[in-house]
């Protein structure tokens, strides 16, 4: 038997989840293997300060941390509704916060007509400038041609 096995069983074992034909190979392997055997009783002696540290515990030790932990929970809320605003400011602040959001939503909106705005003014200047060109091509081609005489 392996013993990194072994050791696997030995935790089971004291978890009481092995069957009894492993309890045997286990013991089997106990009384052949010393180094196993020696981590067994080590186990067997952390197993047993465990259960007796258990049954040292007093009697009404659960009933005093229950308590304590009540006596906590009275505390925390009673210093938690100390330190709440009172309602009429929670109410003032709600009224700002909406009032700045609506603020920023019309600017928003404002900025997005002032855009629109500047687009159709550009695309009507646009077609001016365009009309303004087309106008100055027409007045240069109707100018008589003009004849340079050179003197030689």
Do not use: W
């Amino acid at each position: 038997m392996n013993c990194s096995n072994t050791d696997t069983m030995m935790h089971e074992y004291f978890d009481n989840e092995l069957s009894k034909e492993e309890e045997s190979f286990l013991f089997t392997h106990l009384a052949q293997c010393e180094d196993c055997k020696n981590n067994f009783k080590a186990l067997n002696r952390v197993q047993y300060e465990f259960r007796k540290g258990e049954s040292e515990l007093p009697e009404r030790l659960e009933q005093r941390i229950f308590n304590t932990i009540r006596t906590k929970e009275r505390h925390a809320v009673t210093n938690s509704s100390k330190k709440r605003l009172p309602t009429y400011l929670i109410y003032g602040y709600g009224v700002i916060i909406t009032m700045l959001f609506l603020f920023m939503v019309y600017q928003f909106y404002d900025l997005k007509n002032e855009t629109l705005n500047y687009k159709e003014n550009f695309e009507v200047t646009m077609v001016q400038i365009d009309l303004q060109q087309k106008q100055i091509s027409a007045l240069i081609n109707e100018m008589p041609a003009v004849k340079v005489k050179t003197s030689v």
